[in-house]
Nanobody
Framework: QVQLVESGGGSVQAGGSLRLSCAAS????????MAWFRQAPGKEREGVAT????????NYADSVKGRFTISQDNAKVTVYLQMNSLKPEDTAMYYCAAQLTNMFSCGLNRSFFGYWGQGTQVNISS
């Protein structure tokens, strides 16, 4: 079992930055795929970024490449999403997700992830 708690959401103007955090508990010693997804009102939940806690390999959605960075702390307990050059279209509820894995890289397929946090809201004004 893995429990996830997100924090760091808020409201900023376009061009600003935010850093989201996802604290994991339970089975943190096992290799996991950790990811950030987001869901805007009336839209499907989409993958934003993912990291493999063992290999540290990362994967990003095209819409955030070069602006967002996913990382983890050395204890592999907390995953971060640094979001720079934010745009109004980045406004959404952001969810942390996790899945135990023996793979060395992770994708952004929503159905792969079995553990989810409650979400943290990000609002970007123009």
């Amino acid at each position: 079992q893995v429990q996830l708690v997100e924090s760091g959401g808020g409201s900023v103007q376009a061009g600003g930055s935010l850093r989201l955090s996802c604290a994991a508990s339970g089975a943190t010693y096992i290799r996991r795929c950790m990811a950030w997804f987001r869901q805007a009102p009336g839209k499907e939940r989409e993958g934003v970024a993912t990291i493999n806690t063992g290999s540290r390999s990362t994967n990003y959605a095209d819409s955030v490449k070069g602006r967002f960075t996913i990382s983890q702390d050395n204890a592999k307990v907390t995953v971060y999403l640094q979001m720079n050059s934010l745009k109004p279209e980045d406004t959404a509820m952001y969810y942390c997700a996790a899945q135990l894995t023996n793979m060395f890289s992770c994708g952004l397929n929503r159905s792969f992830f079995g553990y989810w946090g409650q979400g943290t809201q990000v609002n970007i004004s123009s």
